[in-house]
């Protein structure tokens, strides 16, 4: 039977693409191609146990994207998520919230220039 493999991308309108480029370059530290897409590579994610791309419907009253009044959120697995923060901070980018370490790993909420939130996840081998 057929089946989805993953998500193959994650496609958003942005009021100014440079300017949105910039700033996930800049904060983040993505590294846009030539077309104005990242790429993320499934070997960057297999060489940390514990990454995995969730798909997950919330509740419509849900408040856990909150500050942002969008209907979605990105969450971005990262390698250090104390450093991507720093990063942040260098760039004027302050934390939303920031979680205890859980069994899932490391978590943190910022808000990107057009307000979206971004949900930044440092995973960690699942028992």
Do not use: C
């Amino acid at each position: 039977m057929a089946k989805v493999l993953g998500v193959g991308g994650v496609f958003f309108k942005s009021r100014d693409g440079d300017a949105m480029r910039e700033w996930y370059g800049r904060v983040l530290g993505l590294e846009f191609t030539d077309w104005g897409g990242a790429l993320f590579l499934p070997q960057d994610a297999a060489a940390h146990p514990g990454a995995a791309t969730v798909f997950s419907p919330f509740k419509h009253d849900t408040d856990y994207f909150e500050p942002s009044d969008k209907e979605f959120m990105f969450n971005l697995m990262v390698d250090d998520l104390d450093a991507i923060l720093a990063r942040a901070k260098a760039a004027g980018v302050e934390p939303v919230k920031l979680f205890p370490e859980e069994a899932n790993g490391k978590f943190a909420h910022i808000m990107d220039n057009e307000g979206r939130k971004i949900e930044l996840w440092q995973p960690k081998p699942m028992s």
